[in-house]
Each structure stands twice: as structure tokens, then as C-alpha cells.
């Protein structure tokens, strides 16, 4: 491809319009499949730990594949690798969709992961290159609002599709997505320059991929399993510790490593990349939490309950485009701040939810969650890459990538881990008081419903004191993700305060 004003109109419109499709495909299964996991988990019967691995497999396969994607763009070619990642994606969701198992719908979540890694980068990449400077900003805002539209229609899409036809279609749902964005970029799109000299630290990104899949596998299987108790488990975390010692010590070493250490020596980089970690484990494992909540606990049918999260996306796509405008005229720290400030409250808020909360309450509190995530990611994403080399922001984005999408399967293990045993030790703990002797069963209006002496009575009583015990499990999550995401404020104070012309050259990593 030459000069982007080379391309005639026509065709800037007609690839604008598939790396939209394309982007799009690949944002909507970040949260089209969240409503349709308490389905899945009775179809493919899983427990509540077991269904979030098909949203951690997919989230772990992205973020060791995403960091490769400069050096296989370079080797093979961009069309070359954006149809390969598009038709992969593709045929991978068929596969989730016709999935039977745990174990088969993991595995294609996996290579579905793998291949839509790249989809981004190369979205960024392709709009950058067919447009000349002066449209540059305008075609990424554009594809910005796409790739934020995906989680508003996400979860009404997904409620739709499921009660309309099967969990299975939230996965069909990419095919006629992924044919038009094929065909489109096949006939539209030139392909660049191959450099077949082009060479990857394989050793280092082997042993950082293999590091993240077996502490991943750690977090996954860890409650099931009684964590250290089991040998599985021990093996794991061995090989997690033995990969990241290898990878440590041939980044030191290395002359050209995976990573290169000279990106940490910028403070703003270094405290974006434990930030964003933070945020993805917060907003990820919220985003992982909800749907079960109001399906299970507060029996919403599953079309209601898309639309009483959709609201959320809304908040954080109006957010961006306000703070798009305020990035170089107010302090990037303040920004962040006020973000941290509105994440921070939904949650204290959702502490104190039971399964009487209105539905009011859920909407407005989910719209300021989204304008608060709305003030973190640009300002973050500017704020972390701005005081990098430019010669060294690709690079930088790739790692701020891989470290979002750590922190998300991290923080979705975590929270449903803890879900499950909080129910656990809650339900024990309750279960205490509720005796035959307790004088609260004297009362005929209780007895009615749940007698201790009737086994239907006890089963009546026990389903209660698991519900009560799951929702003080869900009271605790929220509290932790409280915590953490108050516990990275003072690295604000870290955050040297970029320059104005920043937020133009790194608005377009903002996802």
C-alpha cells in the first residue's frame, strides 16, 4: 500500500466499514457470552467455577497472542494475517457454538482467543494506513465508538439470542459478521511489504505464554482441586515459577529479549501497566459477576437482564467521548482520579444489594460505573505511553495490552473462586443458628414454608440459607473489588503529567 490518498474514496469506505465488522466481532464476545453463562453451565454441566474458564481461556489466549502480532504483520503480511485471524475467528466461534462439553467449549474459546488477538492491533494498524494524517484522528474515534458499542449491545444481544433460540447463537451471531468482513478485506484491502528476515525472541515469548497458562491454570482449577493440596495443582504453580524465572533471566540477559527492559525505566509506563492490570481485574470480573446475579439470585429472565446491563456500555461510551475532548486541557491525574472516585462508589453501592434492589437502582448505578471506566481507559492509555520513545509505543501498547487482559482473567478467577467458597463458609456459619430447637420455627407462618422436621422443609430451608449465604458471598466480591481499585490511587501520584500533543498519538491504544 502506498499513500493513503492514493485510495479512492469507495475503497477507504468500504475497508473503514470491515475493520469496523471485524472489530466489532471480536468486542461483542466480550460480553455477549456473560448473560448466556448460567445457560451454558446447565447445558454443558459445569459448576460456577468451572463456566468461568470459557471466559478466562478466552481472555488468556488474547493476551499471549497479542504481543507477537507486530512480528507476525511483518513476517506474513497485514491482509495476509487479518483474513487468517478473521476466518479463524469465525470457524472457532462455529466450534463454540456446536460445542457439547466444558472441555470442547474451552478449547474453542482458546483458539478463538488466539486468532481474534490480532483483530484490534491490525484494526488500528489498517485505519492508520489508509487514511492521511488529517482524517487519522477522525476514522480511530470512529472505530473507537465501534469497539465500544460492543459491550452496550453485548449483553442485549446475548439475553435476545438465548431466549430467542439457544446459547449457541451468541456464537453463530460471528458468522455472517466475519464472511462480509472477509470478503470485504479480501477485495478491498492491499496487502504491505513482507520482511521474511523478521525474527521473534521465541524463547522469551515461550516462556512468558506458558508462565500465564499455567498460573492461569493455578487460578482455574485451584478451588476445585483444594488448591496446594493437590498435585496438579503443585505442578502447575512449579512450572508458572520455573517459566517466569527463565523469562526473567533472558530478559536480562538477551541482546534483543521479548521484552525489553528499557521500557520500565519510565515511571508513567511502568505504574500504566500495574494500573491497568488493576482495572481489568476490577471491570472484567464485574462484568462476570452481574449476570449470574440477577439471573439466579434475582430470577430476571435473561432479555431483561441484557437490558438492565446495557446501560452501563452507554455510560462508558459517553464518558470517552466527553473526556476525549478534555485530554491536554485538564490534568490527566484529575481525570483518572474522578474515574477511580465513580468506580469506587458503584461498588461500595453494590456492597450493600440484596436481590430486593430495584431495577432503577441497578441502571443508574451501572451508568456511572460506565462513565467512571469512561474517565479511566483514555486518559490511562495517554497518560502511560505518552512519555515513551515513540520508537518504543508500539511495543509499550503491546505489554499495556497483554497486562489489561492478565489483570481481567485474573480478577474473574479470583472473584468466583472466592464466590464459591464464601457460599461455603457462609452457608456453615448459618446453617449453625438454623437448628430444630431455634425458638424463630415456633412461629406457624415460618413453619409453613420451611419446617426443619419435614424433609421438604429442609430442603426449603436449605436452598433459603444458600441464597442468603450467596448473597453475602457477592457482598464480599464487590468490597474486594472496592478495595482494589481505591488501592491504586496513589500511584497517581507517579504519573508525570503528559504533553498536549500526546493524546492524539495514543488515543488509538486505548483499547
Not at 482455574?220 to 527463565?246: K, M, P, Q
Not at 538477551?254 to 500504566?272: I, Y
Not at 442468603?468 to 497517581?492: F, R
Amino acid at each position: 500500500m502506498s499513500e493513503p490518498t492514493e485510495l479512492p474514496k469507495h475503497t477507504r469506505v468500504a475497508i473503514t466499514i470491515c475493520v469496523i465488522l471485524a472489530t466489532l466481532m471480536q468486542a461483542l464476545d466480550t460480553t455477549i457470552a456473560n448473560v448466556a453463562l448460567p445457560y451454558m453451565q446447565g447445558s454443558v454441566s459445569a459448576s460456577q467455577d468451572e463456566i468461568a474458564w470459557v471466559l478466562t481461556s478466552y481472555i488468556v489466549a488474547a493476551a499471549i497472542m497479542t504481543p507477537p502480532t507486530g512480528y507476525l504483520t511483518s513476517r506474513f503480511g497485514l491482509k495476509r494475517l487479518f483474513l487468517v485471524s478473521i476466518a479463524g475467528f469465525t470457524v472457532s466461534s462455529v466450534l463454540c457454538g456446536m460445542a457439547q462439553s466444558l472441555v470442547q467449549i474451552v478449547l474453542f474459546r482458546v483458539l478463538q482467543g488466539l486468532f481474534g488477538a490480532a483483530l484490534v492491533p491490525l484494526s488500528q494498524t489498517v485505519l492508520m494506513n489508509i487514511n492521511p494524517k488529517e482524517r487519522q484522528g477522525s476514522a480511530i474515534a470512529l472505530w473507537g465508538v465501534a469497539v465500544m458499542a460492543g459491550p452496550v449491545l453485548g449483553p442485549v444481544l446475548g439475553g435476545w439470542l438465548t431466549q430467542a433460540f439457544s446459547w449457541r447463537y451468541v456464537f453463530y451471531i460471528n458468522v455472517p459478521v466475519g464472511i462480509l468482513a472477509f470478503f470485504g478485506m479480501m477485495t478491498f484491502l492491499s496487502d504491505t511489504t513482507r520482511n521474511a528476515a523478521a525474527k521473534l525472541d521465541w524463547f522469551g515469548f515461550g516462556t512468558l505464554s506458558l508462565t500465564i497458562a499455567a498460573m492461569q491454570l493455578v487460578l482455574d482449577r485451584g478451588e476445585e482441586l483444594d488448591w496446594f493440596g493437590s498435585g496438579e495443582i503443585v505442578v502447575e504453580a512449579i512450572i508458572a515459577a520455573s517459566a517466569f524465572y527463565l523469562f526473567l533471566v533472558h530478559t536480562f540477559t538477551a541482546r534483543e529479549p521479548f521484552v525489553r527492559l528499557s521500557l520500565f525505566r519510565d515511571a508513567n509506563f511502568t505504574a500504566g501497566i500495574l494500573f491497568i492490570a488493576i482495572v481489568g481485574l476490577t471491570y472484567y470480573a464485574s462484568l462476570a459477576l452481574q449476570p449470574p446475579y440477577l439471573q439466579n439470585l434475582m430470577n430476571y429472565p435473561i432479555v431483561s437482564a441484557g437490558l438492565v446491563l446495557g446501560p452501563r456500555g452507554v455510560g462508558t461510551m459517553g464518558a470517552m467521548m466527553i473526556v476525549g475532548r478534555l485530554i491536554g486541557r485538564v490534568d490527566t491525574r484529575f481525570l483518572l482520579a474522578l474515574g477511580l472516585g465513580l468506580t469506587a462508589w458503584a461498588f461500595y453501592v453494590m456492597t450493600g444489594w440484596t436481590p430486593d434492589v430495584s431495577q432503577k437502582t441497578i441502571v443508574v448505578v451501572g451508568i456511572i460505573q460506565g462513565i467512571g471506566l469512561g474517565f479511566i481507559f483514555v486518559p490511562l492509555s495517554v497518560a502511560t505511553l505518552s512519555t515513551l520513545a515513540p520508537e518504543l509505543r508500539a511495543e509499550g501498547a503491546g505489554l499495556y495490552s497483554l497486562s489489561r487482559n492478565i489483570g481481567s482473567s485474573i480478577g474473574i478467577s479470583v472473584v468466583n473462586s472466592l464466590l464459591t467458597r464464601n457460599t461455603q463458609v457462609n452457608h456453615a456459619e448459618i446453617a449453625r443458628s438454623v437448628t430444630s430447637v431455634n425458638r424463630a420455627f415456633e412461629d406457624l407462618s415460618i413453619t409453613q414454608f420451611w419446617d426443619p422436621v419435614s424433609s421438604v422443609g429442609r430442603a426449603a430451608l436449605d436452598a433459603m440459607v444458600t441464597q442468603q449465604a450467596q448473597i453475602i458471598a457477592y457482598m464480599d466480591d464487590y468490597k474486594l473489588l472496592m478495595i482494589a481499585t481505591l488501592a491504586v490511587i496513589p500511584l497517581l501520584v507517579i504519573f508525570k503529567k503528559p504533553p498536549p500533543s500526546a493524546a492524539g498519538e495514543t488515543m488509538h491504544v486505548m483499547e
